[in-house]
T-cell receptor, first 112, second 115 residues
């Protein structure tokens, strides 16, 4: 089925480890986004991408790295995880046909 | 500094009555506003939107009102149903009146509709 999928759905890791969250969409949307959801903050934008090989920082980019070598994939990497990065991470996609962003079901990441 | 604020963390209403969720924003550059609904363990799903050139948009039981001078928008759900129980996020975009750009979200309001 067409859609946007995130993997893994749940991840537990330790501080200092590198962890990559995957996001894959089948709509060929040009725009992709990564958000984190924390209590009291709603969803905050980490990074976004307007097309393959074009990425830009959002509101809270520190400690994160993204890449977009293919239109359908937009992985998010925490190079050295910290406890403050414990959160629920959502990937989203959209395109310039003026349709709103569609979200994946999220990855719940716990850093011990 | 929170540019989009939902000041009510929760709202409880009776089935069949009206639910009114509120949202305030501070950035005058925002020109497109959206409401998303989120169930536990799922991603947010788009509900309804409004462009800054309008002051009202309706879709079935859902109506969004925009008051640009007050920098305030609200979502009305009537009649409310138990299945509407979820977290509601308002979001705003400054992408030239489009809905596909970067979004700034409020903190969310937990709506509970009692049978």
């Amino acid at each position: 089925d067409a859609g946007i999928t995130q993997s893994p759905r749940y991840k537990i890791t330790e501080t200092g480890r590198q962890v990559t969250l995957m996001c894959h969409q089948t709509w060929s949307h040009s725009y992709m986004f990564w958000y984190r959801q924390d209590l009291g903050h709603g969803l905050r934008l980490i990074y976004y991408s307007a097309a393959a090989d074009i990425t830009d920082k959002g509101e809270v980019p520190d400690g994160y790295v993204v890449s977009r070598s293919k239109t359908e994939n937009f992985p998010l990497t925490l190079e050295s995880a910290t406890r403050s990065q414990t959160s629920v991470y959502f990937c989203a996609s959209s395109d310039p046909s003026n349709q709103p962003q569609h979200f994946g079901d999220g990855t719940r990441l716990s850093i011990l | 500094d929170q540019q989009v604020k939902q000041n009510s963390p929760s709202l409880s209403v009776q089935e069949g009555r009206i639910s009114i969720l509120n949202c305030d924003y501070t950035n005058s550059m925002f020109d497109y506003f959206l409401w998303y609904k989120k169930y536990p363990a799922e991603g947010p799903t788009f509900l309804i939107s409004i462009s800054s050139i309008k002051d009202k948009n309706e879709d079935g039981r859902f109506t969004v009102f925009l008051n640009k001078s007050a920098k305030h928008l609200s979502l009305h759900i009537v009649p409310s149903q138990p299945g509407d129980s979820a977290v509601y996020f308002c979001a705003a975009s400054d992408a030239g009146g489009t809905s596909y750009g970067k979004l700034t979200f409020g903190q969310g309001t937990i709506l509970t509709v009692h049978p």
